[in-house]
């Protein structure tokens, strides 16, 4: 059940170059992952915004609305009468804290 153990004596400096050789060989193997939104259209749907942003349509919608608390959080472009937003306003948002959304709570806002 028990594996033998054998003792091995290195100097630091020895120690320090088995690191470096495992480094450089898992370095050397590495791939990057994918960006995150490298998946999606330049140009997204509604509806595609909505669901990679984890929003409803509704929602939505009332983010590209300018407010008295805020600026409106995306704004879309029209074309051909279709509604559009830029791939990179989309993942800009996603790094923005879920402060766009408030709700009234105990008479303040509440950030989602």
Same mark, same amino acid.
């Given at each position: ?8 004596? =290195? ?21 990057? %992952? ?6 999606? %259209?330049?140009?997204?749907?509604? !509806? ?6 984890? =929003? ?13 608390? !805020? %600026?409106? =959080?995306?704004? %879309?472009?029209?074309?051909?009468? !279709? ?6 306003? =989309? ?22």
């Amino acid at each position: 059940m028990f594996g033998t153990v054998t003792q091995i004596q =290195v100097t630091p400096d020895q120690l320090t170059e088995l690191v470096r050789g495992a480094v450089r060989s898992e370095l050397a193997n590495y791939t990057p %992952p994918a960006p995150e939104g490298s998946n999606l %259209p330049e140009l997204l749907t509604r !509806r595609q915004t909505a669901e990679t942003l984890q =929003v409803s349509l509704t929602t939505l919608h009332a983010w590209m609305q300018d407010t008295d608390e !805020r %600026p409106a =959080v995306l704004v %879309p472009l029209k074309i051909n009468g !279709r509604v559009r937003y830029r791939r990179a306003d =989309v993942l800009d948002a996603l790094k923005e804290t879920r402060r766009f959304k408030s709700a009234k709570h105990n008479g303040g806002p509440v950030s989602c």
